[in-house]
């Protein structure tokens, strides 16, 4: 699907779309988007596969390069909670409200600038009732009484000579496509972050299964040592250490409920309820799936795709229309104005031949002197734009950083999920074979309890690397911008409200009423 307009119908209006065209022709620098960095790959040596491995999270995976990202990304695990958390984040969370309004507002700026490109026409009209006496002319006799009746209909029109109105309103519209972008990157975060913390819910629970286990085993294993101490089989000492080795285990407990529950208050956050709303929905580690095939842009399109990059690229074009404004601003404006209209001391005489009035002017005005003022300015708006082009350098940067990242630890972790499988299975035989050789007699009681403490540590961190996988995952769709160009985001809360006649034809300084924004 090829990349939209982001400035969507309604936001863009015909003399807009001549501001930009007379921009090209305007004081100032011409914007031009960068160039995507001339490299081929993400990190220096790359991969092709995963390696697999037994049970959830273990999946090999293959990289397809230049594949394009899914728009609902989080389909890819297959769990139909993960969706529900998602669409419930999606429609509650107000921080997308907020970007909503954020980009309708910079749509409206840039719509009401555009009348600048337009004459001013107003209309006036008047009523005046006056006595005059005559002593003021130097005259003897009664005053004068009447009433004066006028109309008239003022028009002015500044020519956008040298492009400053038209590079205006370029700034508003590229101030217009920053909120667009924010906007994405608002829902890219907000989706990445329920799903990551929706796996890390997941891991948090069967972390705590598996220590509960544990403890359910440690605890019968005590039992069983104090009836056999009560019968003379075994020393008090090994009670003692087993009872130990509970308590240790038990105090493993409380952090990890602490841990999830403060998750699980994150997460209600993301759904936009608050803590007390959580009503236990979960999502078993076990039941998620992980993508076969992972999608990997492009270099040369991942500047395209990510929505931070966009919006750095967004305040570059608006920093250089700002230049060609303040350019602008040093040279001379010619305003044009005319006025028609009548004056008649009756109403029925307003439209006479003999009470018409009118004028016409031009004006020329421009700076003599300002103790540069307007050069300074001018240069602060080119320092601006090296701002935002170093800006825009290091966004991009960090974008490729990140889907490097993501490449790594989707390797590096599926190599660990599968020594930590192998670690358990080895924790596993160890302590049977500790437990049959302490019955036998051959080994002292520590050293089961040594190999209980390895089993426990050994699936704690299989479980942590069953997750990982998972976020992983996440990460890299995320880093390669989460597939909104596939999609529309955009509410009608972010669409600019149409002005109609009566509202074109408001008086200056009333405001029209304003229609109420349909529902999301």
């Known amino acids: 699907m090829p990349f939209r307009t982001f400035l969507r119908r309604g936001a863009i209006i015909p003399l807009a779309q001549a501001a930009i065209a007379l921009a090209g022709c305007a004081v100032g620098p011409n914007f031009e988007a960068p160039d995507a960095p001339p490299v081929s790959g993400y990190t220096a040596g790359g991969f092709s596969a995963t390696k697999g491995a ?170 069983l040592l104090e009836q056999q101490f009560a019968l003379g089989a075994v020393a008090n000492s090994d009670v003692l250490t087993q009872k130990a080795q509970l308590a240790q285990t038990l105090a493993t407990l409380p952090p990890l409920q ?34 076969r095939d992972l999608p990997v842009s492009v270099p040369s399109l991942l500047v395209r795709q990510r929505p931070d990059i966009r919006a750095a690229e967004s305040q570059m074009h608006q920093a250089s229309a700002n230049v060609g404004v303040a350019t602008a601003n040093m040279l001379p404006n010619v305003t044009l104005s005319a006025s028609g209209g009548s004056s008649a001391l009756a109403l029925s005489g307003l439209y006479g031949p003999q009470s018409a009035a009118w004028s016409v002017a031009a004006s020329v005005t421009g700076p003599i002197f300002d103790a540069g003022s307007l050069f300074h300015t001018k240069e602060s708006k080119v320092a601006a734009l090296e701002q935002k082009g170093a800006q825009y350098r290091s966004t991009v940067i960090t974008a490729f950083q990140n889907v490097a990242d993501a490449l790594r630890a989707i390797q590096s972790d599926a190599d660990l999920l599968k020594a930590q499988i192998e670690a358990e299975k080895t924790a596993a035989e160890s302590l049977k ?65 149409p ?15 304003q229609p109420t924004p349909p529902a999301n």
């Open 258 to 291: 602490k841990s999830r529950a403060q998750n699980r208050n994150q997460l209600m956050a993301y759904l936009g309820r608050l803590p007390s709303q959580d009503r236990g929905e979960a999502v078993p580690l076990a039941n998620l799936r992980l993508p």
């Open 54 to 223: 037994d049970g959830p999270g273990g999946t090999a995976q293959r990289i397809v390069n230049g594949a394009d990202v899914p728009a609902v990304w989080w389909q890819v695990f297959r769990s139909r909670q993960i969706e529900a958390f998602v669409r419930e984040a999606i429609d509650n969370h107000p921080d997308l409200a907020a970007a909503q309004a954020a980009l309708r507002q910079a749509r409206e700026v840039a719509a009401a600038d555009t009348s600048a490109l337009m004459p001013s026409i107003t209309g006036e009209g008047s009523a005046t009732r006056s006595q005059v006496p005559l002593a003021q002319s130097g005259q003897t006799g009664p005053s004068s009484l009447y009433t004066l009746y006028k109309t008239s209909v003022p028009v002015s029109f500044t020519p956008d000579i040298f492009g400053g109105k038209a590079r205006g309103i370029e700034a508003d519209l590229a101030n217009a496509d920053y909120e667009r972008f924010q906007l994405e990157a608002t829902y890219l975060s907000l989706t990445a972050n329920v799903v990551t913390t929706a796996i890390s819910d997941a891991s948090y629970a069967a972390q705590i299964r598996v220590t509960q286990e544990q403890i359910d085993g440690q605890r019968q294993l005590v039992a």
């Open 499 to 513: 002005a109609g006649v009566a509202a074109i034809f408001t008086p200056a300084g009333a405001l029209p009423a």
């Open 433 to 497: 074979m500790s437990q049959a050789q302490f019955k036998a007699g051959s080994t002292t009681f520590i050293s089961v309890i040594n190999a209980e403490q390895t089993l426990l540590t050994a699936r704690i961190n299989r479980v942590k690397a069953q997750a990982s996988r998972y976020a992983d995952t996440v990460s890299l769709y995320q880093a390669l911008g989460g597939g909104w160009w596939n999609r529309v985001d955009e509410s009608p809360a972010s669409e600019v409200k």
